[in-house]
């Protein structure tokens, strides 16, 4: 069973960055579509970002699009997320998931997050 673990989160000033990384172990994350969600204090989880098995496609929320940036290297098994110019309501839990490229398919092997806190 594939273990995702979340990691690189912390205390930020806004306007700061982090770089968050979210790796498999036990299994392989080379075929699957990668996503990072977040969930803020009271809110529901959302939709972040995502990445491709190739790492050719990637797709983003409008509220990180051009501050945030996905990729993968699946040779380590890892996929990150680099956060720039964030802001305060960027504050969240920070998961990753994975997700089988057919119609669908539901993300899966959710890990146990990471906290990203941003301070105005």
């Known amino acids: 069973q594939v273990q995702l673990v979340e990691s690189g989160g912390g205390l930020v000033q806004a306007g700061g960055s982090l770089r968050l990384s979210c790796a498999a172990s036990?299994?392989?994350?080379?075929?699957?579509?990668m996503g990072w969600f977040r969930q803020a204090a009271g809110k529901e989880r959302e939709f972040v970002a995502a990445?491709?098995?190739?790492?050719?496609?990637?797709h983003y929320a409008d509220s990180v699009l051009g501050r945030f940036t996905i990729s993968r290297d699946n040779a380590k098994n890892t996929v990150y997320l680099q956060m720039n110019r964030l802001k305060p309501e960027d504050t969240a839990v920070y998961y990753c998931?994975?997700?089988?490229?057919?119609?669908?398919?539901?993300?899966?092997?959710w890990g146990q997050g990471t906290q990203v806190t941003v301070s105005s």
């Open positions: 998931a994975r997700r089988l490229p057919v119609l669908e398919a539901e993300y899966e092997s």
């Open positions: 036990g299994g392989t994350i080379g075929i699957y579509t």
């Open positions: 990445i491709s098995w190739s790492g050719g496609s990637t």
